[in-house]
C-alpha cells in the first residue's frame, strides 16, 4: 500500500518526548493471517484501524527489546524507482532449545506483517500488509567463555516505498504470549541490608522482579543486579552480558531477560 502525502508540511520540532527512543515490543503474524487491509485516514495520515485477522488467526508475541536498544530502524535509499525505506526489526534470544530452533527455521519460510509500539511516543506502527511482509535473517552465536550471551540474534527486514504506518490503536487480546519465568515477589534467599539475594532460575521465559517496600529497604531503589548463566559444556557459572529492564521511576519491577536457561540472579 502507497502512503500519500495527505498533512502540509510544518516547522521540523521537538517532539516533546522525555522516554528513550527506539521501540519498547513489537508483535507478528504471517501475512496470510491477515484479513484484508486497513485504509490510510486522509484527516490524520494514519491507518484507520488496526489490521485484523481472518478466524482462527493469533498475534504472536510480544517481542520485548530492552530499555536501552532501539529495535527498529528506517533508513532511506534512493534507487532507479525512487525512495524506499529499508525496515529492520531486532531481537534477541538467549540460549537455545529444540523448540526454539524449529520454530525459527519455520519462521525464516514466511513472510511477516508487524507491529510496535514505540517508546518514545507511545504509539504503534506497522510493516507489512496482506500482500508483502519482512523476511527472517537469524543469526546463533554460542559465544567464548564470557564474552557474550549465547543465543539467536534475529533480524526481520522489508524494503518499503513508504515509512512504517501509524495505527491509531492496538487491540492484541489474541496474540499469544511467549512464556514468563518465574514472578519474584519479595526477598528471598538470604537478603537482608548487608547480604544479597540469590534467586535461581530454570524455567522458560524471562524473570520478574517485583520491587517491593522490602527490596527497597534492603537494597535501595536501583540495586545491582548481575545474572550467572550456568555452561553446561565446561560445567560452570560465567557472568551473562543479559539485558535487564526497569519499570517505572523509581522502579516498581525489574524484568530480567533470560529467556529461561539455568542460572543464578544475584542482587545486592
Same mark, same amino acid.
Given at each position: 500500500?502507497?502512503?500519500?502525502?495527505?498533512?502540509?508540511?510544518?516547522?521540523?520540532?521537538?517532539?516533546?518526548?522525555?522516554?528513550?527512543?527506539?521501540?519498547?515490543?513489537?508483535?507478528?503474524?504471517?501475512?496470510?493471517?491477515?484479513?484484508?487491509? #486497513?485504509?490510510?485516514? !486522509?484527516?490524520? &495520515?494514519?491507518?484507520?484501524? $488496526? %489490521?485484523?485477522? =481472518?478466524?482462527? +488467526?493469533?498475534?504472536?508475541? #510480544?517481542?520485548?527489546? !530492552?530499555?536501552? &536498544?532501539?529495535?527498529?530502524? $528506517? %533508513?532511506?535509499? =534512493?534507487?532507479? +524507482?525512487?525512495?524506499?525505506?529499508?525496515?529492520?526489526?531486532?531481537?534477541?534470544?538467549?540460549?537455545?532449545?529444540?523448540?526454539?530452533?524449529?520454530?525459527?527455521?519455520?519462521?525464516?519460510?514466511?513472510?511477516?506483517?508487524?507491529?510496535?509500539?514505540?517508546?518514545?511516543?507511545?504509539?504503534?506502527?506497522?510493516?507489512?500488509?496482506?500482500?508483502?511482509?519482512?523476511?527472517?535473517?537469524?543469526?546463533?552465536?554460542?559465544?567464548?567463555?564470557?564474552?557474550?550471551?549465547?543465543?539467536?540474534?534475529?533480524?526481520?527486514?522489508?524494503?518499503?516505498?513508504?515509512?512504517?504506518?501509524?495505527?491509531?490503536?492496538?487491540?492484541?487480546?489474541?496474540?499469544?504470549?511467549?512464556?514468563?519465568?518465574?514472578?519474584?515477589?519479595?526477598?528471598?534467599?538470604?537478603?537482608?541490608?548487608?547480604?544479597?539475594?540469590?534467586?535461581?532460575?530454570?524455567?522458560?521465559?524471562?524473570?520478574?522482579?517485583?520491587?517491593?517496600?522490602?527490596?527497597?529497604?534492603?537494597?535501595?531503589?536501583?540495586?545491582?543486579?548481575?545474572?550467572?548463566?550456568?555452561?553446561?559444556?565446561?560445567?560452570?557459572?560465567?557472568?551473562?552480558?543479559?539485558?535487564?529492564?526497569?519499570?517505572?521511576?523509581?522502579?516498581?519491577?525489574?524484568?530480567?531477560?533470560?529467556?529461561?536457561?539455568?542460572?543464578?540472579?544475584?542482587?545486592?
Amino acid at each position: 500500500m502507497k502512503e500519500t502525502a495527505y498533512q502540509p508540511l510544518s516547522t521540523i520540532s521537538q517532539t516533546g518526548s522525555t522516554y528513550e527512543g527506539g521501540i519498547s515490543k513489537w508483535w507478528y503474524t504471517p501475512i496470510e493471517n491477515l484479513n484484508g487491509f #486497513p485504509n490510510v485516514n !486522509p484527516v490524520n &495520515q494514519q491507518l484507520e484501524t $488496526e %489490521p485484523k485477522l =481472518v478466524g482462527g +488467526a493469533s498475534w504472536y508475541g #510480544p517481542v520485548n527489546i !530492552p530499555t536501552y &536498544q532501539v529495535g527498529f530502524e $528506517e %533508513p532511506d535509499a =534512493v534507487t532507479p +524507482a525512487g525512495i524506499i525505506y529499508r525496515q529492520k526489526f531486532v531481537g534477541f534470544i538467549p540460549g537455545l532449545n529444540s523448540n526454539s530452533h524449529i520454530n525459527i527455521r519455520n519462521l525464516s519460510q514466511k513472510q511477516l506483517c508487524i507491529v510496535a509500539k514505540l517508546r518514545a511516543g507511545g504509539f504503534y506502527i506497522v510493516i507489512g500488509n496482506n500482500e508483502f511482509g519482512a523476511i527472517l535473517s537469524s543469526q546463533y552465536s554460542s559465544s567464548v567463555g564470557v564474552a557474550g550471551t549465547p543465543g539467536t540474534k534475529l533480524s526481520f527486514s522489508l524494503d518499503s516505498i513508504s515509512k512504517a504506518l501509524v495505527i491509531p490503536e492496538f487491540y492484541y487480546d489474541q496474540s499469544i504470549p511467549p512464556a514468563i519465568g518465574p514472578v519474584i515477589l519479595d526477598s528471598i534467599g538470604h537478603g537482608n541490608a548487608i547480604g544479597s539475594t540469590i534467586i535461581p532460575f530454570n524455567a522458560t521465559g524471562d524473570t520478574i522482579i517485583y520491587w517491593t517496600s522490602t527490596m527497597i529497604k534492603n537494597y535501595g531503589e536501583l540495586p545491582t543486579i548481575e545474572v550467572w548463566a550456568w555452561d553446561n559444556e565446561h560445567n560452570n557459572y560465567y557472568k551473562g552480558d543479559i539485558p535487564i529492564d526497569s519499570i517505572g521511576n523509581p522502579p516498581s519491577q525489574f524484568i530480567i531477560r533470560n529467556g529461561g536457561g539455568i542460572g543464578k540472579i544475584v542482587i545486592s
